[in-house]
């Protein structure tokens, strides 16, 4: 988030990313400071909020104006609008006065959300060197470009976008049964109903998660392993995917 609003104000980003790599990341920045005069540090009296969209929804813009001494940021999460707006605000702030109306749920909601609508995030979801960017569906929410300059995997990326042959894809799931909590490893195989792998079980809760499958397996029954049982699934294309995304 750029906080500067002119290009005569001193630059301030603001940059939101998984509490558990927060180390790492700025390590990661500061090798590329290069004595620059550049500042790198945590806000941690700050909070995050995700505001859901819901029946107040149409009053969200309309807050901005009225509570700005308390809202820091409030702009549409740039994923998808199904995610609705982000909000981060300084620590102790009165949610009801940023947004009356609203309601505060816990985070279980919020990932049952994401689930539902499959987006993915974090380390846990995007595994750092294992996922791929297009498998992860980051060309539909704003995160790869396709006409900036280089970066890492900048080619392969280009060219498989291009070439439009993408087999495997992160998708919402659900579950036929609630999935026990913490006994389910990072990566669990499923299967189709003859056996053959049809891709890898990434986060979930309750019944909900998100899975990396083969596109030509999704409207196959299927069927993931949970200590020896199987607990079957299904499979579905978001409604908010480009219409040609399936292919």
């Not at 180390?23 to 090798?31: G, P, S």
């Not at 901005?64 to 199904?82: G, H, M, N, W, Y």
């Not at 919402?172 to 053959?196: C, N, Q, R, W, Y």
């Amino acid at each position: 988030f750029r906080l500067h609003e002119n290009p005569e104000e001193e630059p301030h980003i603001l940059l939101e990313c998984d509490g558990g790599v927060l180390e790492a990341i700025q390590k990661h920045l500061k090798l590329y400071k290069i004595r620059r005069k550049v500042n790198i540090a945590p806000c941690l009296d700050l909070s995050l909020w995700a505001v859901v969209p819901g029946e107040q929804a149409g009053d969200i813009a309309s807050s901005l104006a009225k509570s700005a001494d308390q809202a820091l940021i409030l702009t549409p999460d740039p994923r998808t609008e199904v995610m609705g707006w982000r909000l981060i605000t300084k620590k102790g702030a009165n949610l009801s006065e940023i947004i009356p109306g609203s309601q505060i749920g816990n985070i279980q909601d919020y990932h049952r959300h994401r689930y539902k609508q499959g987006i993915p995030e974090g380390v846990k979801d995007l595994p750092p060197g294992v996922a791929l960017p297009l498998e992860s569906n980051l060309a539909y929410m704003n995160g790869i470009s396709f006409t900036k300059g280089c970066y890492i995997g900048q080619e392969l990326t280009a060219r498989t976008h291009h070439m439009g042959v993408i087999r495997k894809r992160l998708l919402p799931v659900h579950f036929s049964a609630p999935l026990p909590k913490d006994s389910i490893p990072e990566g669990a195989e499923i299967l189709t109903e003859s056996g053959k792998s049809a891709g890898k079980f990434r986060a979930g809760g309750g019944e909900l998660g998100i899975a990396l499958l083969r596109l030509a397996n999704i409207n196959e029954t299927l069927c993931l392993n949970v200590a020896g049982d199987k607990v079957k699934l299904t499979a579905n294309i978001p409604e908010w995917w480009p219409k040609t995304a399936s292919k």
